[in-house]
Structures are given as structure tokens and as C-alpha cells.
């Protein structure tokens, strides 16, 4: 769980807290002395309610951080392209795992992007050898 915290500032010291934790197993008492950036990270994180006290917390809390990034911009792109006309927002797809949902829709997404280059030059064909008037339907 995070409290109220500077991501950038916490991902900083979390990989220092990681090189300490791998090279000597903890955080020494002088090192939090001169470094209270360690007790601010400790105070701002708790995995299943106890304080980080490994490098392998520190990791999973620097990678939790990048998933929220990466939810948050996700969140935009989809919020900005498809929930400003008339798609559930990003949010509402999935209350837990947003991305999930949002990757099955990639395919149709391709599709509707690709749909000039690969489909229309068919369609054109196709309304050719019907022999209809591809100008009136499809006005320049």
C-alpha cells in the first residue's frame, strides 16, 4: 500500500534500499542516520501491512510502481481515443485489471485501423466487377 507518496522520490531510494538490502542484508543504523529518505520510503510503503525489509520487496515495489505507470498512461491513450466516443472508460472496463480487457480489443482496434489499406482496396475491387459507380459512393 502507498501513502501520499513522491513516486519519483520513492523509486530513487527504493533502488538504493535494494543495493543495501543485496549487499549486506539490511539498512545499517548509521546509513538511516545520515539518509532519512530510507525511514520517509519505509513510512510510505507496506506490503500486507509490515515495512519493506528486503531486496526482493524493494523490487516488487519498484515494479508495482511501473505497473501504475503504465495502467495511468494506458488509461489516457484509451480515455482519449475510444471513451471520447461513446466506449466505456478505461476505468470501467475493469476495476482490478483494466489492461486485460483492454488487450482484447486490440485486434478490432488493428482492424479498424487497417481497415483502408487492407479491406477498402478489396471492397473497391469487389464493387468493380459488380460494376458499380465507386465515385458516387464513395465521393472524393
Same mark, same amino acid.
Given at each position: 500500500?502507498?501513502?501520499?507518496?513522491? =513516486?519519483?522520490?520513492?523509486? #530513487?531510494?527504493?533502488?538504493?534500499? +535494494? +543495493? @543495501?538490502?543485496?549487499?549486506? #542484508? !539490511?539498512? $545499517?543504523?548509521? !546509513?538511516?542516520? &545520515?539518509?532519512?529518505? =530510507?525511514?520517509?520510503?519505509?513510512?510510505?510503503?507496506?506490503?500486507? $501491512?509490515?515495512?519493506?525489509?528486503?531486496?526482493?520487496? @524493494? &523490487?516488487?515495489?519498484?515494479?508495482?510502481?511501473?505497473?501504475?505507470?503504465?495502467? +495511468?498512461? @494506458? #488509461? &489516457?491513450?484509451?480515455?482519449?481515443?475510444?471513451?471520447?466516443? #461513446?466506449? +466505456?472508460?478505461?476505468?470501467?472496463?475493469?476495476?482490478?485489471?483494466?489492461?486485460?480487457?483492454?488487450? $482484447?480489443?486490440?485486434?478490432?482496434? &488493428?482492424? =479498424?485501423?487497417?481497415?483502408?489499406?487492407?479491406? =477498402?482496396?478489396?471492397?473497391?475491387?469487389?464493387?468493380? !466487377?459488380?460494376?458499380?459507380?465507386?465515385?458516387?459512393?464513395?465521393?472524393?
Amino acid at each position: 500500500m502507498l501513502r501520499d507518496a513522491d =513516486y519519483t522520490e520513492l523509486r #530513487g531510494v527504493l533502488m538504493k534500499m +535494494e +543495493e @543495501c538490502y543485496r549487499a549486506d #542484508g !539490511k539498512i $545499517g543504523w548509521f !546509513k538511516r542516520l &545520515r539518509d532519512k529518505s =530510507y525511514d520517509r520510503a519505509e513510512d510510505w510503503v507496506t506490503i500486507n $501491512g509490515a515495512k519493506i525489509s528486503s531486496a526482493e520487496d @524493494c &523490487r516488487l515495489v519498484v515494479n508495482m510502481l511501473s505497473l501504475r505507470e503504465k495502467r +495511468e498512461a @494506458c #488509461g &489516457r491513450y484509451w480515455d482519449d481515443l475510444l471513451a471520447a466516443h #461513446g466506449v +466505456e472508460s478505461f476505468w470501467q472496463l475493469d476495476p482490478k485489471e483494466p489492461e486485460r480487457v483492454a488487450q $482484447g480489443a486490440v485486434a478490432s482496434i &488493428r482492424r =479498424y485501423l487497417d481497415w483502408y489499406d487492407k479491406e =477498402y482496396a478489396l471492397l473497391v475491387n469487389l464493387m468493380e !466487377k459488380a460494376r458499380l459507380p465507386i465515385d458516387q459512393i464513395f465521393p472524393v
